[in-house]
């Protein structure tokens, strides 16, 4: 696993969609609505954004850059170029968001992170796919990319929902999942959701947690080994991928997962805009492949995002831990201070009681007796 530090690689989030989906307008949500977090968002025209006059600090020939620190970028050439142009900047980057052309499978864009110099730079941390909730049809799911998007997506954004009927998303959503089976599906309007489902920054860091973890507005995130939503954990470094069938797509490396967490009830059922989170904690370690079980299992489909600190009977190490969808990361570093599993997952009509339970469930028995 690595052993650089876990904050040094900067997450990336794809967003992938096809033309009037609401990528713009989801840009323009995420440009003007960060606090304290400096995302580069990265895109085609900038122009086409429509960025408020006010926010805008300086500008130049393809990049502005926003009061709230916020830069936006335009790919002129390549987009390795692009990326490395932003990261060259002298503040660090919390967050990168790509935009895809509306004709364009994900999958390529995602690869030039996992399969690049950018890997030692960037860690993809999920590819999210909007959705024209009024004019998603057949003939989308026919086209090869239309296909490719919705299958890489780890979360499906089904915009514009103000615009149909109840019975015409259900429609939509059905199917959806009849081409991805396990889709994480989250509704919207105008592109407006929690950035805390969007972007890891949402989460907790529990290095720099002083405020407490249900706070959704925290910080940012880590990095690691990427898995895909077919996930298969065995360390092998290859990404995987072909677009063709289903859901069992890993596009990058995988592992095992796991996630902690819990506060106590008090964390537990605040609620993020209609969505809540739970919190959990142990003392105690888990047992891998209880969490890995509970991971490929259990993890119920109503948990967009997860982060968290985990501590593994079979293991020394410290591992963060991300999830987006069905895809998940886990990096390990040295340990600090005391051992413990933190975990916070968020998502709407969560069952708090029974994944408390089955995070609990995840907890070695043996605890402590060494590693193997």
């Known amino acids: 696993m690595t052993t650089a530090p876990a904050t040094s690689n900067v997450p990336v989030t794809i967003l992938s969609g096809f033309l009037g989906a609401g ?19 990265l895109v085609n025209e900038f122009g086409e ?11 130049d020939e393809d990049m502005v850059e926003l009061s709230n620190g916020c830069i936006c970028c335009s790919i002129n050439d390549e987009l390795m170029e692009a990326v490395e142009r932003v990261m060259e900047r002298p503040e660090p980057l919390d967050y990168i968001v790509v935009e895809t052309t509306g004709l364009a499978d994900p999958l390529p864009v995602a690869m030039t992170f996992l399969g690049s110099e950018l890997r030692d730079q960037t860690r993809l941390d999920s590819i999210i796919t909007l959705i024209d909730a009024e004019n998603f049809d057949e003939v989308v799911l026919e086209t090869e990319v239309g296909r490719a998007q919705v299958i890489y997506g780890d979360i499906l954004l089904l915009n514009k929902c103000d615009l149909v009927s109840e019975e015409r998303l259900e429609a939509v959503e059905q199917k959806l999942r009849d081409v991805k089976n396990d889709a994480r599906i989250l509704r919207s309007v105008k592109g407006d959701v929690p950035l805390a489902l969007l972007l890891s920054v949402g989460l907790f860091e529990s290095d720099k947690v002083s405020a407490p973890a249900e706070d959704p507005s925290l910080n940012h995130s880590d990095h690691e080994h990427e ?7 065995h360390h092998e470094h290859g990404h995987e991928h072909g677009h063709d069938h289903g859901h069992g797509h890993n596009h990058h490396h995988d592992h095992s997962h796991h996630h902690d967490h819990s506060h106590g009830d008090h ?3 605040q609620a993020i805009e209609g969505f809540t989170s739970v919190s959990f904690q142990s003392d105690g370690p888990f047992s891998l492949r209880k969490f890995q079980n509970f991971l490929d299992n259990q993890m119920p ?3 967009f ?5 985990l501590w593994f009977n079979e293991s020394e190490r410290r591992h963060v831990f991300h999830l987006a969808g069905k895809r998940f990361s886990i990096d390990d570093t040295d340990w600090t201070g005391d051992r413990k599993n933190q975990l916070v997952l968020i998502g709407r009509d969560i069952d708090h009681k029974t994944l408390r339970e089955q995070l609990q469930a995840c907890v070695a028995p043996d605890a402590g007796k060494g590693f193997s």
Do not use: C, F, Y
Request: glycine share 10%; proline share 0%.
């Open 23 to 41: 990528k713009t307008t989801l840009l323009n949500h995420i440009l003007t609505n960060q606090q304290g977090v400096k995302t580069a968002v």
């Open 49 to 59: 954004i429509g960025i408020d006059n006010d926010l805008i600090v300086t500008t």
């Open 227 to 233: 898995h895909g939503h077919g996930h298969s954990h």
């Open 267 to 269: 964390a537990d059922h």
């Open 301 to 303: 489909q109503e948990v």
């Open 305 to 309: 995002r997860a982060k968290g600190i």
